[in-house]
Structures are given as structure tokens and as C-alpha cells.
């Protein structure tokens, strides 16, 4: 890792894994219909005040989409081990993030998701998708998608909190049952 990252568009570059894990979302979405699987994973909660939305939603743009387009021009390092370890981790989360969309694609939408992954952690899609970045800053040895994905872990919180007061809104006593046993991560945060 270099303090000052060479940056340049070429083919052996991050953008691959995003394609992969977007690939894999397409399909998954087609499989389990997109007018009420899609649909539902996409809907964003109500927010509490106008601090929180701008929260949620900034901290989605820069972390979803920056991350997209700075991979575009991160290059890979094929000949190293940072590229293997960082695969491996990425592969890992992909793996979890998958289970957890058919976790979540199965439940009917009139209950919480409280299956699979979903006994582990509260919001496992959220969490995997940092572990999968953090495979990416592993295998392009950038400093900087490293450093995205901890401040992420921190400007995530206000959005999963809307998430959960919306659950709450929609399911009552069983998500509270839920919450109480189940932590927020993998780890009680």
C-alpha cells in the first residue's frame, strides 16, 4: 500500500467485484420476482428528521457508489498474496450476502426476516457488504477503501436504526422478541 494511490482505468482493476456481487444481486432479484422482492429490498425506511436522512442517504451514495467508481481505477495486484487474502474475504462475504437475500427473499412480507443469517445479526446484508469491500481494499492494497469501509461502520448507524424503528412500526411485539435477541452486527454494537 502506497500513501498516494496510482490511480488509472484498466481491465485487471477493482471494478471487477463490484460487477460479480451486482451480477449476483440481478439475479437473485429476477429469480425471486422484482416487483415484490426487489422491491421490498430496495424501500427505504422512514426517517426521523431531515439530520438522519441526510446521514443515510450520504453515507449510501459514498459508500455504495464511491466505492464503484474508485474501484474502476484501483488496480489489482494479481502477483501478490494481498490479492488472494482479499479475494478470499470478498468471496466469504458474497457467499453471506447471497444466503442472506434468499433469507430475506423467502420470508413473506408480512413477517420480519428472522431466519437463516438472520439469527446472527440483524441487518447480516449490511455488514457482509463491508466485509465484501474490505476484501477489495485487501486484494487493490488501497488504503482508502480500508479507511471508507471503517468510517461506514459508523455512518451506517442512523440508517439501520430507521430500518429497525420501521420494523417495529410493521411487525410490533415480534420484532421487538427479535431485537432483544438478536444483536445489530455479528457483535453487540
Known amino acids: ?55 443515510s442517504m450520504g453515507s449510501m451514495l459514498l459508500f455504495a457508489r464511491g466505492m464503484m467508481i474508485y474501484s474502476i481505477f484501483v488496480t489489482l495486484k494479481w502477483t501478490t498474496a494481498w490479492f488472494y487474502v482479499g479475494s478470499s474475504v470478498f468471496l466469504l462475504g458474497l457467499i453471506i450476502h447471497t444466503v442472506a437475500m434468499v433469507n430475506f427473499a423467502k420470508t413473506p412480507p408480512d413477517h420480519p426476516v428472522v431466519n437463516g443469517v438472520y439469527r446472527f445479526s440483524r441487518h447480516p446484508m449490511q455488514l457482509v457488504s463491508i466485509v465484501m469491500w474490505i476484501g477489495v481494499g485487501i486484494a487493490t492494497a488501497s488504503w482508502v477503501i480500508l479507511v471508507a469501509c471503517g468510517v461506514q461502520l459508523f455512518l451506517s448507524r442512523p440508517f439501520l436504526i430507521a430500518q429497525e424503528r420501521s420494523c417495529l412500526e410493521s411487525y410490533g411485539d415480534e420484532y421487538l422478541k427479535y431485537m432483544t435477541n438478536v444483536p445489530r452486527y455479528f457483535v453487540i454494537l
Open 1 to 55: 500500500m502506497s500513501i498516494i494511490p496510482e490511480l488509472h482505468i484498466g481491465w485487471w482493476n477493482g471494478w471487477w467485484y463490484p460487477v460479480i456481487f451486482g451480477l449476483i444481486n440481478l439475479s437473485l432479484m429476477a429469480a425471486y420476482g422484482p416487483r415484490i422482492f426487489g422491491k421490498r429490498l430496495i424501500r427505504l425506511p422512514p426517517f426521523a428528521s431531515r439530520k438522519e436522512r441526510i446521514l
